[in-house]
């Protein structure tokens, strides 16, 4: 047995995967902190204690993300577009384009018959369209990010939003709840404007089917199903999308 590990370092979250002849065994989920490495650290512990495994099991560590080149103890370190590619081509061999949004990028990754990356698409100069973009609207209508895809579901037709700058964006909440306009159709307008600009990157990138999404904002429903409307395609999402880089990073950690 090859007991392999991967750790994937986030804007907001920090992520361990364990996986053991390339099955998962254990997986933790932190909140970043201003020392990486020692939530690096802390999150592997508890990936290996859910794995019932210990350190000197390990046969390689991989780390990736942003934060990468802070885990000194790691083996290798690797990008977060390879990780996430491997990521999702273990869960689904057949998928060419993955959409990944994060809590400070989001990406847009082809991928060939293996499975290795053909091209990206990356938007990583601010956070318009990512998972700090929904936390800074999510406090501007005082509900939890959370509740957000399922608010969103509620509503018939999404607000206009018309700036993808954070800032700006959340001038235009503030205005719209004095207006007295619905939250739910708010915060449609939101999903819809973050899937308008991911969808444009999907294009220049020439995405093809099947698509799969990862990352922490996969979980909201409310974007997934605008991203579906806007693609005019099905995306697949996994269990749990917000440790497909890390799961890449330890399968990778076995290569």
């Not at 996986?19 to 802390?42: I, P």
């Not at 579901?153 to 607000?159: D, H, K």
């Not at 004095?178 to 990138?205: D, F, S, T, W, Y």
Request: proline residues 3%.
């Amino acid at each position: 047995m090859i007991l392999t590990a991967g750790i994937d370092i986030g804007s907001l979250t920090t992520k361990a995967v364990v996986v053991a002849d390339g099955q998962l065994q254990g997986a933790a989920v932190l909140k970043s902190s201003v020392d990486g490495e020692a939530t690096a650290r802390t999150a592997l512990q508890e990936a290996l204690s859910r794995a019932g495994f210990k350190e000197d099991d390990l046969a390689g560590i991989v780390a990736t993300g942003y934060g990468r080149i802070r885990v000194s103890f790691a083996r290798r370190r690797i990008t977060e577009i390879t990780c996430h590619a491997r990521g999702i081509y273990h869960l689904w061999p057949d998928v060419r384009t993955v959409i990944d949004i994060g809590g400070q990028d989001s990406k847009v990754i082809l991928l060939d018959e293996g499975g290795r990356v053909r091209d990206f698409v990356m938007n990583e100069k601010c956070a318009a369209g990512t998972g700090r973009f929904l936390e800074v609207m999510a406090n501007a209508l005082e509900v939890p990010v959370k509740e957000m895809g399922r608010l969103s579901l509620e509503a018939v037709q999404g607000a206009n939003i018309s700036s993808m700058c954070t800032v700006f964006a959340e001038t235009e909440v503030v205005s719209l709840v004095a207006e007295g306009r619905p939250v739910p159709e708010i915060i449609k307008g939101l999903h819809n404007a973050i899937a308008q600009r991911v969808v444009a990157m999907a294009q220049r990138a020439g995405w093809e089917e099947p698509v799969a999404m990862t990352g922490g904002v996969a979980k909201n429903l409310g974007v997934v199903k605008s991203l579906e409307e806007q693609l005019g395609a099905s995306i697949r999402v996994p269990p749990d999308p917000q440790i497909i880089g890390a799961l890449g990073a330890a399968l990778l950690a076995a290569e």
